[in-house]
């Protein structure tokens, strides 16, 4: 378990240091040349992310991409914000919980809905899922029908 906030701030360093070496890494870079890339005159910054001793400002993430070839969201796979530690969760959740922009559609549609209509909703979505169920079932042939003409 988390005790404190250094212990908080190191364990989401850590995981977005490990996203920074490899991201550099996989762009060819050196620290130095990365740091050049950032208009930094020395690489102990990027050191220091790396080593999870320091965290980017958010703005700077932006940035790091940009100079990685990468996205934000590349530099940020598995990393757990303080907040989120804080709350007791240690790792994000898998690719398979992440919604998908339909999904996300439908979630934010769901929340403006009245009250009856997401009554009504949560009562009907159960049927639905049932019926996909149903039709995914492989099908039995019928009894006899393979054998109705021989002879």
Known sequence: MISSRCDVVHVVSARFGQNLRALRD???LTQ???AKRLG???SSTVSHWESGRMLPAPHTVTTLA???RCSPADLLVGVVTPYDALRGLQEL???EILLSEEEAAIITTYRVLS???K???RTILPVFAEATEHER???RPRRGASNAHTG
């Open 26 to 28: 996989r762009a060819g």
């Open 32 to 34: 130095s040349g990365l």
């Open 66 to 68: 940009a100079a990685l």
């Open 115 to 117: 009250p009856k209509f």
């Open 119 to 121: 009554g009504a909703l």
């Open 93 to 95: 959740p898998g690719p």
């Open 40 to 42: 930094f005159t020395g």
């Open 137 to 139: 079932r492989p099908r």
